[in-house]
C-alpha cells in the first residue's frame, strides 16, 4: 500500500533554514508528481509546493516562493523541502502527498516551529 513518511521537521529561529524529507512506497514513485502542504494552528490546508515526476517543473505558493526549494531523487524514492529564510508564520504541520487516479494519499505530517 502507499505510505509516506515526512521527517526533518523541528524548532527554527526565524531567518533559519530546515530540510523535510518524505519517504515514499508502495507506488512507481518516479512515475508521478509530489506536493507538499501545510497546516497552521487553526487554518486550512494549504498547498505549498509540487513537483513532476521527473523533476522538471517545479511550483511554489506565493508565499514560499524564493524561500523554499523542492527537489527529489527518484532512485531513493524520496521528496525533498528545503525552507530557508524561515518566518513564523511558517509554522505549520508539513505534509507531503501523492495523487494516483481518484485516490490522495498523505503522509503523517512533520511538524515545523519557527519561533526565536
Known amino acids: 500500500q502507499v505510505q509516506l513518511v515526512e521527517s526533518g521537521g523541528g524548532l527554527a529561529q526565524p531567518g533559519g533554514f530546515l530540510r523535510l524529507s518524505c519517504a515514499a512506497s508502495?507506488?512507481?514513485?518516479?512515475?508521478?508528481?509530489m506536493s507538499w502542504a501545510r497546516q497552521a494552528p487553526g487554518k486550512g490546508l494549504e498547498w505549498v509546493s509540487g513537483?513532476?515526476?521527473?523533476?522538471?517543473?517545479?511550483y511554489y505558493a506565493d508565499s514560499v516562493k524564493g524561500r523554499f526549494t523542492i527537489s527529489r531523487d527518484n532512485a531513493k524514492n524520496t521528496v525533498y523541502l528545503q525552507m530557508n529564510s524561515l518566518k513564523p508564520e511558517d509554522t505549520a504541520v508539513y505534509y507531503c502527498?501523492?495523487?494516483?487516479?481518484?485516490?490522495?494519499?498523505w503522509g503523517q505530517g512533520t511538524q515545523v516551529t519557527v519561533s526565536s
Open positions: 513537483i513532476y515526476s521527473d523533476g522538471s517543473d517545479r
Open positions: 502527498n501523492v495523487v494516483r487516479g481518484s485516490y490522495n494519499y
Open positions: 508502495g507506488f512507481t514513485f518516479s512515475s508521478y508528481a
